[in-house]
């Protein structure tokens, strides 16, 4: 009976994901509602994303020159530091701050809309809430968390270069040259593929749990838990598929 | 004419109607009355189509709703106006984009005209002065108002719901929703109004149905219902001869 519930779950995710994304190309197209949602998730994400990005930066820094000190391979921090965080932990750090605010807060804005009726009476007045409220928190999701984690990329660069230059006493211009050397396509193309991907699952899995909510509080406290923990979970699954997949098709051997 | 025949819904396990027929005409002021989660706000989201019942047929001016799909839905529902339980206020607009949300949407007004129709409307309904407003800053009487304006500008209803309309407001308030609900209704409009306050039922409806566990116990005019020997019923009615 579990399994069964889960596939219906699974059917009807797959048909909201599906119905969001379509509405791009419909219309109404709610091209007001899109910007305040850009807004809320890029504008209102910013601060959170380059206090982190800049704390992740510097801690990883500080953790690859103790070690490349250990082994004489100090001069290879930049480098270390720039594939890390273009390639894998940029995207992923972007992604789950991302989740936490905006995740959370599309979960339980849409849940506490289903609870009031609000669903309800988008439908009575002939509106299609997956148009009105899915479509334009999936733009949104899927242009500013791209955004975001190329401004955290850059943050975490240079908390990075903070600690090799200042802390580790390394050169500043071996660190930039190592930096500059690893920007090349194939690098970025692992890179910034991977957020286009994390928000539409995290708009999507969000939107999905709080258009499930049932049950008052207990409900919306469960919409928001299930939107949390199911994005983050569909992020690192995700990030490991995609990066599987990018490294065969950009053609790093493992 | 709305038609329930041998209706039978439930959330998840829970049967909520079981086998229920009834019918409703346009014109009609009914009162549908009952306990917690005995399946009245169930019945409304049925006839709108907002719900789909398990078995059983619903019919609306001889049209069988059940089979219908969301876009063909949109026409019944403009037949119908409705407030929700707690006036269902869109949070983020402020009463005035509440109240012009549906013109909007099947916006062929200017911004004059849709400004004057707004307040045409909050005028109606005695909230003229709450236009800047947000939900969150109105009292729960204003809320109700507001809704009510709303509904209105959705269409030319031909007939009214209200959910819970007077739950949880003071009975000044309270007062003030059931003349408005009796005044929009003067053009021979009818009304289904769910709720649990016989008080309020007895002062705008004509006809009674209660209900109990998903069925229909009684239907029947007010003297039949002061005279039902359901012990539910009796218990609505110590209670109205208490505020009485």
């Not at chain 1, 997956?130 to 240079?158: C, E, H, N, Q, Y």
């Not at chain 2, 009304?191 to 209660?210: E, P, S, W």
Request: hydrophobic share 45%.
């Amino acid at each position: 009976m579990r399994i069964k519930e889960i596939i219906n779950d699974l059917q009807d995710y797959y048909l909201l994901a599906m119905r969001g994304l379509a509405g791009v190309a419909g219309r109404p197209f709610y091209f007001k509602d899109t910007i305040e949602q850009m807004d809320y998730a890029g504008a209102g994400s910013f601060f959170i994303i380059v206090l982190v990005a800049l704390f992740i930066g510097m801690a990883l820094s500080l953790q690859l020159s103790a070690e490349f000190g250990r082994l004489g391979l100090k001069m290879y921090t930049g480098k270390a530091v720039g594939i890390t965080i273009i390639r894998e932990i940029g995207p992923v750090m972007a992604a789950l701050v991302f989740t936490g605010r905006v995740g959370a807060g599309m979960a339980s804005e849409l849940g506490s809309m289903v609870l009031g009726h609000q669903v309800d009476s988008l439908r009575v007045f002939g509106v299609d809430p997956v148009r009105k409220l899915v479509t334009p928190r999936l733009i949104s999701a899927i242009i500013m968390l791209p955004l975001l984690t190329i401004i955290g990329d850059a943050l975490s660069v240079f908390g990075a270069y903070y600690i090799v230059v200042f802390v580790s006493n390394q050169s500043g211009y071996v660190y930039w040259r190592s930096i500059r050397d690893v920007l090349i396509a194939e690098n970025i193309i692992a890179g910034s593929v991977k957020p286009f991907i994390f928000g539409f699952l995290i708009a999507s899995i969000s939107c999905y749990s709080g258009l499930m909510t049932r049950g008052g509080s207990a409900g919306l406290r469960q919409a928001t838990t299930n939107a949390v923990v199911l994005s983050i979970i569909a992020i690192i699954i995700s990030d490991f598929a995609l990066t599987r997949i990018l490294l065969y098709i950009l053609g790093f051997s493992v | 004419m709305i038609i329930f025949d041998h209706v039978t819904f439930s959330y998840s396990k829970r049967i909520v109607l079981r086998d229920l027929s009834l019918s409703i005409s346009d014109n009609e002021r009914v009162a549908i009355l009952g306990g917690s989660g005995e399946g009245k706000t169930t019945i409304l989201k049925l006839i709108l189509g907002l719900l789909r019942p398990d078995s059983g047929r619903i019919m609306v001016d001889g049209e069988d709703i059940t089979t219908k799909t969301e876009s063909e839905l949109r026409d019944v529902r403009m037949k119908f106006s409705i407030v929700f339980q707690e006036g269902a206020l869109f949070d983020s607009l402020n009463v005035k984009e509440n109240v012009a949300f549906c013109l909007r949407e099947y916006g062929k007004l200017s911004e004059e005209e849709l400004d004057r129709r707004v307040r045409e409307l909050l005028r109606v309904v005695g909230v003229e002065h709450a236009l800047e407003l947000m939900p969150d800053e109105l009292s729960g009487g204003m809320h109700r108002r507001v809704a009510i304006a709303r509904s209105l500008a959705a269409c030319d209803p031909g007939m009214f719901l209200y959910d819970e309309p007077t739950s949880g407001l003071d009975p000044v308030n309270a007062d003030t929703i059931c003349r408005l609900i009796t005044d929009l209704s003067r053009d021979n409009k009818g009304f289904i109004i769910v709720t649990h306050k016989m008080y309020d039922a007895m002062r705008v409806a004509g006809r009674f149905i209660f209900l109990k566990e998903g069925t229909v116990v009684f239907d029947g005019n007010r003297e039949m219902l002061e005279q039902a020997t359901v012990p539910e019923i009796e218990i609505f009615c110590r209670e109205l001869r208490g505020i009485c």
